[in-house]
């Protein structure tokens, strides 16, 4: 058991430790996901954060020492969300025929995001820091982490609200459209890529090439559209509920 012990120690102390672990965790958990046949409760990012989290708790490394190697992957973040632009290349003529209608409904979308869970969160009692930092929740993780950031929020805390956000779209997603009776893959995509950011848009690309597009389409809108109005918005609503 002490030779377990050291050799564990010696692979969490080098730099490629969190970018081998999350590949590994990543690969193994899409693996069940295909074998379950792609039901939404097994979806990869939530069983590689729960079994990664689980064995840094219970082998007491640290974070800090884990992203030391992810970091890798997180900037592949950028390219990634880039990427989502070729399928909206190939849908550019049907894209400027609704322009006006998809900038207002992600105007919308953002909107009835944030305002809710700002609310939600004002009526639970939490303080002004933590709901500055819920605001952005719906917001692809890099940008809302300089968004909470803008607003006097936590980053950190940023990012945990926009992961669980994005897992429980990918999760809850299809049932709720579902019961909302949304066949259009357009629409479900956009609504998808709206409420849940990176997560959802991978989850509707998974789904049907029409919603996985306009999921990035939606995730690209809420970037540039937050970025520019929340940071008026929310402290202005702050400040008029006190």
Same mark, same amino acid.
Do not use: C
């Given at each position: 058991?002490?030779?377990?012990?050291?050799?564990?120690?010696?692979? !969490?102390?080098?730099? #490629?430790?969190? &970018?081998?672990?999350?590949?590994?965790?990543?690969?193994?958990? @899409?693996?069940? *996901?295909?074998? &379950?046949?792609?039901?939404?409760?097994?979806?990869?990012?939530?069983?590689?954060? /729960?079994? &990664?989290?689980?064995?840094?708790?219970?082998?007491?490394?640290?974070?800090?020492?884990?992203?030391?190697?992810?970091?890798?992957?997180?900037?592949?973040?950028?390219?990634?969300? /880039?990427?989502?632009?070729?399928?909206?290349?190939?849908? +550019?003529? %049907?894209?400027? +025929? +609704?322009?006006?209608? &998809?900038?207002?409904?992600?105007?919308?979308?953002?909107?009835?995001?944030?305002? *809710?869970?700002?609310?939600?969160?004002?009526?639970?009692?939490?303080?002004?820091?933590?709901?500055?930092?819920?605001?952005?929740?719906?917001?692809?993780?890099?940008?809302?982490?300089?968004? *909470?950031? $803008?607003?006097?929020?936590?980053?950190?805390?940023?990012? !945990?609200?926009?992961?669980?956000?994005?897992?429980? =779209?990918? #999760?809850? =997603?299809?049932?709720?459209?579902?019961?909302?009776? #949304? +066949?259009?893959?357009?629409?479900?995509?956009?609504?998808? =890529?709206?409420?849940? @950011?990176?997560?959802?848009? %991978? $989850? !509707?690309?998974?789904?049907?090439?029409?919603?996985?597009?306009?999921?990035?389409?939606?995730?690209?809108?809420?970037?540039?559209?937050?970025?520019?109005?929340?940071?008026?918005?929310?402290?202005?609503?702050?400040?008029?509920?006190?």
């Amino acid at each position: 058991m002490n030779e377990v012990v050291q050799l564990w120690v010696y692979l !969490a102390a080098s730099p #490629l430790f969190g &970018l081998t672990a999350t590949l590994v965790t990543y690969v193994a958990a @899409h693996a069940l *996901s295909q074998r &379950l046949g792609g039901t939404p409760w097994a979806n990869p990012v939530l069983g590689s954060v /729960v079994l &990664l989290g689980t064995v840094l708790w219970m082998t007491g490394t640290p974070y800090a020492t884990y992203f030391a190697g992810a970091q890798f992957v997180h900037v592949l973040l950028g390219p990634a969300v /880039v990427a989502m632009g070729w399928p909206l290349w190939q849908r +550019r003529h %049907a894209l400027r +025929r +609704r322009g006006v209608a &998809l900038v207002l409904a992600a105007l919308a979308g953002g909107t009835a995001s944030a305002a *809710s869970a700002v609310g939600i969160g004002y009526l639970l009692g939490l303080d002004g820091e933590v709901l500055r930092s819920l605001a952005p929740k719906s917001v692809t993780a890099p940008v809302a982490m300089g968004i *909470s950031e $803008r607003l006097g929020g936590v980053p950190a805390l940023t990012a !945990a609200f926009v992961l669980i956000t994005g897992v429980a =779209g990918a #999760l809850m =997603g299809k049932s709720v459209l579902d019961a909302l009776g #949304l +066949r259009d893959w357009a629409v479900r995509g956009f609504a998808l =890529g709206s409420a849940a @950011h990176g997560i959802g848009a %991978a $989850r !509707a690309m998974q789904v049907h090439p029409e919603a996985g597009a306009y999921a990035g389409l939606a995730l690209s809108l809420q970037a540039l559209l937050s970025s520019v109005l929340m940071p008026l918005a929310v402290p202005w609503l702050l400040r008029w509920w006190g």
